[in-house]
């Protein structure tokens, strides 16, 4: 078991950068807590894999709030879409609960308003389902897709093949 | 199903972590129902997820109250349209704001009278009056599924008595069904239809005079207003059927001294909406069962000469409280907001709504209905 007598624990970022963070802000990590759970002797350093500065800069940020009560105060509203989803993969990987949560609500509320293209390439999916099967699909639930604002030049049934 | 994350270079660690479709889920549970009916076509897992996965329709439902996308569901006595709102439109407190409606298309079955509508889970059980008598339909408006029950009159040979049988609905969460119970109007004859099955299935009478309107469905049970005669005097009785057992027990009343109630759910409590020419009480009971456990919750007041039936009451998450009120004045019935915590009552500016209305609410879900068209 690991026993530092320091309150910080030390995590390296995938881009070299080391923090030192506070023992309370590493156990929200459950990631890291398992790591330091499992060393047999003092752990120096925390490497911590898919995770970049500016992500701990964020994650420390929320810390900073939610200990002040203030945790609504949160935005990642200057963030665009794809640095929003890689911020929710590296808090994925650090397994940070709450911060999680506040993440997937975030990215759900913004792919709220776009169209099924959009979607589909925001997760990299491939469509595996054959002309004849997608259409009958849409063709289903054809009211679905009506009166919503869907920005329209990403539809993209407009440039199916 | 293929796979990428853009964006993060570096090894994924050796660590057990989630599995990323698990990310995927968090992210859809959290969707309105509309736009997962949309994203069914992303690939052939997620419609399988979408539709065909009852863990994630229960996931789903559990986000849908939490983020409350609930609707609320109207209709004027005598039309043939069943108009929908957002829940949250309803309640808005910006200044000229109008509720947003929407149509909401519905097969011929229900195009007849609309007597009643109780909602569990996002379903809805519609009471429909023709002129052989009532008959109940399922639907879920989320999903635009609609559902007719096995003809009740099939079940007991007597066509007569169930001209006026009230129905209500409810979830037993115990074997994980949904149940449909029916009282016949004129005898205490109770039925219970399991939604996935073929018929109806007789059950105890009912325990005292059969009640006008259908039960709230709270703590686990259909929650009946109902009479009970002693003396030569009609008093109201409180009767929960509990759905797992299908048994009745009396639940005891708070003393009241008021003329007309209805009964309501909040919190997952029972509650009274208790009403005379001059006020409204909602009083709500805490603990299931236990008559000290009846605490008054608001007191709405009226203005001039209104006089209220609130037929449906229905009390918002933030203690704002809808319900129905008849003005004398311009003799129309209105949907009233009264906030709790301000005292002010709004009239919802709402077009299309003239006459006797029915509500309902429903929580957006995708619980599909067996044998729906």
């Known amino acids: 078991m690991a026993s530092s007598s320091s309150n910080l624990i030390s995590l390296k970022t995938s881009d070299g950068t080391v923090f030192k963070v506070e023992r309370a802000l590493a156990k929200t990590m459950k990631t890291v807590q398992a790591i330091i759970e499992e060393a047999d002797a003092n752990i120096y350093m925390i490497p911590i894999h898919n995770v970049f500065s500016h992500h701990m800069d964020m994650i420390i940020d929320y810390y900073k709030l939610s200990v002040a009560g203030k945790s609504k105060e949160f935005s990642v509203e200057k963030l665009d879409n794809d640095e929003l989803k890689d911020f929710l993969l590296a808090v994925h990987y650090l397994n940070m609960e709450d911060l999680f949560e506040v993440l997937t609500q975030a990215v759900a509320d913004r792919l709220e308003k776009k169209s099924v293209g959009y979607v589909r390439k925001y997760f990299g999916i491939e469509n595996d389902f054959t002309p004849e099967e997608y259409a009958a699909i849409r063709k289903k639930n054809d009211w679905a897709f009506k009166g919503d604002d869907i920005e329209p030049e990403e539809d993209e049934e407009k440039q199916e093949e | ?373």
């Open chain 2, 1 to 373: 199903m293929a796979l990428h994350s853009n964006g993060t270079t570096g090894t994924i660690a050796s660590l057990p972590s989630l599995p990323l479709e698990l990310v995927e889920e968090e992210i859809l549970s959290r969707l309105p129902v509309k736009k997962l009916l949309q994203l069914r076509c992303i690939c052939k897992s997620w419609k399988s997820l979408i539709s065909d996965d009852p863990k994630f329709a229960k996931k789903h439902l559990r986000m849908s109250n939490i983020l409350k996308h609930k609707h609320l569901i109207m209709n004027v006595l005598g039309d043939r349209i069943l108009w929908d709102s957002p829940l949250s439109s309803v309640f808005s407190n910006v200044s000229n704001h109008t509720v947003t409606l929407t149509e909401l298309n519905n097969p011929i079955s229900i195009s007849r009278n609309i007597s009643e509508i109780c909602s569990c889970d996002g379903i809805l059980c519609f009471t429909i009056c023709e002129e052989g008598g009532q008959s109940a339909v399922l639907c879920n408006p989320s999903l635009r599924q609609y559902s007719t029950l096995p003809p009740l009159k099939n079940h007991r040979k007597r066509e007569y008595d169930y001209q006026n049988a009230v129905y209500s609905f409810g979830y037993d969460h115990v074997n994980d069904v949904y149940k449909v119970i029916a009282i016949s109007g004129k005898y205490t004859e109770v039925d219970v239809y399991t939604l996935g099955t073929n018929n109806w299935r007789s059950i105890q009478d009912f325990p005292y005079c059969p009640p006008c309107n259908h039960g709230v469905f709270v703590g686990g049970t259909v929650t009946w207003l109902a009479y009970e005669v002693s003396n030569r005097n009609i008093s109201y009785v409180i009767v929960s059927l509990d759905l797992k057992t299908e048994s009745y027990q009396k639940i005891p009343q708070p003393d009241l001294k008021k003329d007309h109630w209805t009964l309501g759910m909040f919190r997952d409590c029972l509650c009274i909406f208790a009403s005379n020419k001059m006020l409204l009480d909602v009083w709500i009971m805490q603990e299931y069962g236990i008559k000290e456990s009846w605490t008054k919750l608001y007191n709405v007041p009226y203005v001039g000469t209104q006089c209220t039936y609130p037929r449906t009451g229905y009390i918002s998450d933030d203690d704002q409280v809808l319900f129905i009120l008849y003005d004398l004045i311009d003799s129309k019935y209105k949907l009233v907001v009264y906030n709790s915590k301000n005292g002010n009552m709004n009239i919802p500016k709402i077009q299309q709504m003239d006459g006797f209305m029915i509500l309902g609410v429903y929580v957006e879900s995708l619980i599909s209905l067996p044998c729906s068209y």
